[in-house]
């Protein structure tokens, strides 16, 4: 058993567990960084908007594709065509991506070690069990941060949780090449939620989420029918977070991404999510103040995903309410608006406003 000591751990190194380090590290505080499999690749669209590259100083060499446009189909096969070409959205290969950001954790000054983080304990400060191929480690912190994903062994230890979560069937299909972002909608193919077909770095991928488990393998033969796509490869599945409300710091533990459920509802986008969150902890760490953590994120982001969880509940619902979502689509201000409040551009409340507006009229 070896025994270690560091100021900050960090469980998981995914995005938002390497960004923990890197922001660790631009501050001097000292950090360990455990991960579980170092040549793993994350289930993943790979879907990064372009503003994260300076915000987070990532590597635009990592950039596999630049998506210029979004297409939004109907239940009734109606389609809107969204123009992003100002703000593109690019496509990354999620192995690589992590891989990248881990090594520039270490070149900063974290130590990556491989294994896997099995249990937590609390005495004064916490401590974490991890066991890799060769040896066992015991490891004390003064503060754990949590990135470890939607299965987060450290949420089940320390607080007999797990992430409220759904099921994602998807698959990469070989030598296809599309230029748009797609979005599905129909109660027949993803129910509540939608179907997606992505630009891949190698062709196209596509998938569907569902929280019917008995249902999700029809709904994927029906998109399949319904897009005309032919597989190339195997089905897989994996679970993705579903926001309900946050969860923060407990027990000088520290919460971020997939861990702490944060995907955006509606368009389940994690991978900014995941390193701002973790941007934020640091910060938090930084001062001191773990409260900040929440108040902050608070202050940034929980009317975003409110705002967002009504749309799906509203627009989601069911085939009537999803065409009438594709119609507003195609009115080039409710893009605008639409766009602005992805980006963050424009401020909540005209958002907010101009929502409720449109939702007037097309609901009338
Ligand atoms: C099918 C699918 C498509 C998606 N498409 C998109 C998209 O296009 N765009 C987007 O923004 N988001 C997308 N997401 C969501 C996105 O993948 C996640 O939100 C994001 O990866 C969260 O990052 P994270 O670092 O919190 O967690 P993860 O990326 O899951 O990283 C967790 C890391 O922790 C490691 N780990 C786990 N347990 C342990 C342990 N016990 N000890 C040590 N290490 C451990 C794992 O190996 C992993 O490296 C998609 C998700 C799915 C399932």
Same mark, same amino acid.
């Given at each position: 058993m070896e025994k270690l000591n560091c100021t900050v751990l960090v469980v998981g190194g995914g995005p938002a567990g390497a960004?923990?380090?890197? *922001?660790? $590290?631009?501050? =001097?505080?000292?950090?360990? &960084?455990? *991960?579980?499999?170092?040549?793993?690749?994350?289930?993943?669209?790979g879907g990064l908007m372009l503003s994260a590259y300076s915000e987070f100083n990532i590597p635009k060499s990592l950039i596999k594709k630049e998506v210029k446009s979004i297409k939004i189909v109907s239940p009734k096969l109606n389609k809107?065509?969204?123009?992003?070409s100002k703000y593109p959205l690019t496509i990354v290969?999620?192995?690589?991506? /992590?891989?990248?950001?881990?090594?520039?954790?270490?070149? =900063?000054?974290? *130590?990556?070690? *491989?294994?896997?983080?099995?249990?937590?304990?609390?005495?004064?400060?916490?401590?974490?069990?991890?066991?890799?191929?060769?040896?066992?480690?015991?490891?004390?912190?003064?503060?754990?941060?949590? +990135?470890? =994903?939607?299965? +987060?062994?450290?949420?089940?230890?320390?607080?007999?949780?797990?992430?409220?979560?759904?099921?994602?069937?998807?698959?990469?299909?070989? /030598?296809?090449?599309?230029?748009?972002?797609?979005?599905?909608?129909?109660?027949?193919?993803?129910?509540?939620?939608?179907?997606?077909?992505?630009?891949?770095? $190698?062709?196209?991928?596509?998938?569907?989420?569902?929280?019917?488990?008995?249902?999700?393998g029809v709904y994927f033969k029906n998109f399949l029918n319904k897009s005309g796509l032919k597989l190339t490869d195997k089905v897989k599945g994996y679970y993705i977070p579903y926001w309900e409300? =946050?969860?923060?710091?407990?027990?000088?533990?520290?919460?971020?991404?997939? +861990?702490? +459920?944060?995907?955006?509802?509606?368009?389940?986008?994690?991978?900014?999510?995941?390193?701002?969150?973790?941007? &934020?902890?640091?910060?938090?760490?930084?001062? /001191?103040?773990?409260?900040?953590?929440?108040?902050?994120w608070e202050r940034l982001y929980l009317k975003k995903f409110k705002f967002l969880k009504t749309v799906q509940k509203l627009f989601l619902r069911n085939d009537y309410f999803s065409e009438k979502l594709v119609k507003l689509y195609q009115n080039p201000s409710f893009q605008r608006a639409v766009i602005g409040y992805w980006l963050g551009t424009k401020a909540p409340s005209s958002k907010f406003g101009a929502f409720w507006k449109f939702l007037k009229v097309i609901l009338k």
């Open positions: 960004t923990a380090c890197r *922001e660790l $590290n631009r501050l =001097g505080i000292n950090n360990i &960084l455990l *991960e579980k499999d170092l040549s793993f690749s994350k289930p993943c669209g809107a065509l969204v123009d992003i290969n999620r192995c690589e991506f /992590d891989a990248k950001l881990r090594d520039l954790a270490k070149e =900063g000054g974290t *130590e990556v070690i *491989e294994a896997k983080a099995y249990n937590i304990k609390m005495e004064k400060t916490p401590i974490v069990l991890a066991k890799s191929k060769e040896k066992k480690f015991e490891i004390t912190a003064k503060y754990i941060i949590a +990135s470890d =994903g939607v299965k +987060s062994t450290i949420r089940k230890k320390l607080l007999n949780q797990t992430p409220s979560r759904i099921l994602t069937y998807y698959s990469d299909i070989k /030598d296809i090449k599309i230029d748009s972002c797609q979005f599905w909608f129909g109660d027949n193919i993803s129910p509540k939620h939608y179907s997606w077909i992505f630009p891949h770095h $190698n062709g196209i991928n596509i998938g569907l989420a569902s929280n019917n488990k008995k249902k999700i409300k =946050g969860i923060f710091f407990e027990k000088n533990v520290f919460f971020v991404g997939d +861990s702490a +459920s944060m995907v955006l509802p509606f368009t389940y986008e994690g991978i900014y999510y995941a390193m701002k969150s973790s941007s &934020l902890a640091v910060k938090a760490i930084a001062e /001191d103040d773990p409260s900040l953590y929440q108040k902050e």
